[in-house]
């Protein structure tokens, strides 16, 4: 069946008012569109969570910053609604900045992300996180779904939105959907497409490094940083912007236990990132936080 299409906030709220006044779930997946296979595992996800499910295609301008690629940014609309219905998508809402912007790019009120917002892509991107918040909670306000689904692959953006969620008392279930990978191991992403073959080869170092680093866990965290950095001092064309090992939560440096490992480099002109979760095991580790953990 083809989505409902909504352009505006009124259009939606008229498309959902049957399934809000029969209060079955709703399940929700933002997207900025590109809909690859990763984005495909997210609706499936949210397809056995919802009785309806409701996909967002927006990419916003607040979450890119001065001279990042937000123009040049890909929008496959055709493709991206065709992906939607052979999934069973029920709407599908299309907005456009003034909608979702109505005192214009950056006006009224935008969404502190907190301390966690500052580290790592914080540290790098300094608005990005106040974007992607803002209209986050946007979209969520508009939408009201009983649960959303979001990929692993931006991590440290799903952790803010569950803090978001938490902090704003919204009351919705925020999913996680682990990363879709290519063959070869790289991280499905709407930016690939921007890599030439040769940039795609160096691209894949990002995954092996992260690999290499889960696979020395049992060594502890000095181990896994040794790891991942001897991969990607391997190739010169990889520029690193920040390596780090993390608590699940972007809080501290673990000695033990659960931790995630997150990698972000630019390739060419391209800027990727990826990240993996691990468990370290007993070994001491001198490893600093993930405040000053970049580089």
Do not use: W
Request: glycine share 10%; with cysteine.
């Amino acid at each position: 069946m083809t989505p409902s299409m909504a352009d505006t906030v009124h259009e939606l709220n008229e498309a959902l008012t049957p399934t809000r006044l029969a209060m079955s779930p709703v399940a929700y997946v933002p997207t900025m569109g590109a809909l690859h296979d990763g984005h495909t595992e997210l609706l499936r996800t949210a397809r056995a969570l919802g009785d309806v499910v409701v996909v967002s295609i927006f990419v916003n301008p607040t979450q890119f910053g001065e001279g990042e690629d937000f123009e040049r940014y890909p929008r496959t609309l055709d493709a991206d609604l065709a992906r939607c219905e052979k999934e069973g998508v029920d709407v599908v809402f299309v907005p456009d900045a003034a909608e979702m912007y109505p005192f214009g790019i950056g006006g009224g009120p935008m969404i502190d992300p907190g301390p966690r917002g500052t580290v790592l892509e914080g540290a790098s991107r300094p608005t990005h996180f106040r974007g992607v918040l803002t209209v986050v909670t946007k979209l969520l306000s508009i939408v009201r779904p009983s649960q959303a689904v979001f990929g692993e692959k931006d991590y440290q953006q799903l952790v803010l939105i569950r803090d978001l969620v938490r902090t704003l008392f919204l009351g919705i279930g925020i999913v996680g959907v682990p990363i879709v990978r290519e063959a070869d191991g790289l991280a499905l992403s709407s930016r690939n497409a921007y890599l030439t073959e040769e940039e795609r080869r160096q691209a894949r170092t990002l995954s092996r490094a992260l690999f290499a680093g889960r696979d020395a866990a049992e060594a502890g965290a000095a181990a896994v940083m040794d790891a991942a950095r001897g991969v990607l001092d391997e190739v010169s064309e990889v520029d690193v912007d920040y390596l780090a090992l993390t608590d699940p939560e972007l809080d501290a440096a673990p000695e033990k236990g659960d931790a995630r490992l997150l990698v972000a480099a630019r390739v060419g002109a391209t800027r990727l990132i990826d990240n993996v979760g691990l468990t370290l095991g007993e070994a001491p580790s001198d490893i600093a936080s993930p405040r000053g953990a970049a580089g």
